[in-house]
C-alpha cells in the first residue's frame, strides 16, 4: 500500500505561481509512473501531468502546457507540480497518483493509489 501526502496548495492570484509537492511512503516509488489530476466543484476528475519512472519522458493536458511543469526526485519519494501563470480556471482540488502501468496517459480508473488532494483557488 502506498500513500501518497501532497502539500503546497493555497491561495494565489491570477498569474501568479504554486509549486505542489507529495509525497510517497514506499521505497518503490520509483517503480510507479507519477501524475497529477484535478477536480473542480462540479465536473470530472481531469488529467493535468505525469512523467515516467525516470522522469525522463513527460506528458501535460493541452490547458497547462507550457505553464506547468511535473517532475520527481526518486531518492526523496517525492514527485512535484510547479504551477506558472496560473489562471481561475486551474481552480480545484489536485490529487497526485500512482501507477504500476508503464503509460504516462494516465486515466483515472487505472491508477493505483491517490492522495487525500490539496486545494488550489486563484482569484482573478
Known amino acids: 500500500q502506498v500513500q501518497l501526502v501532497e502539500s503546497g496548495g493555497g491561495l494565489v492570484q491570477a498569474g501568479g505561481s504554486l509549486r505542489l509537492s507529495c509525497a510517497a511512503s514506499e521505497r518503490t516509488f520509483s517503480t510507479y509512473v507519477m501524475g497529477w489530476f484535478r477536480q473542480a466543484p462540479g465536473k470530472e476528475r481531469e488529467f493535468v501531468a505525469a512523467l515516467t519512472r525516470t522522469g525522463s519522458s513527460t506528458y501535460y493536458a493541452d490547458s497547462v502546457k507550457g505553464r506547468f511543469t511535473i517532475s520527481r526526485d526518486n531518492p526523496k519519494n517525492t514527485v512535484y507540480l510547479q504551477m506558472n501563470s496560473l489562471k481561475p480556471e486551474d481552480t480545484a482540488v489536485y490529487y497526485c497518483?500512482?501507477?504500476?502501468?508503464?503509460?504516462?496517459?494516465?486515466?483515472?480508473?487505472?491508477?493505483?493509489?491517490w492522495g487525500q488532494g490539496t486545494q488550489v483557488t486563484v482569484s482573478s
Open positions: 497518483a500512482a501507477d504500476s502501468g508503464l503509460s504516462v496517459r494516465l486515466v483515472p480508473k487505472q491508477i493505483d493509489y
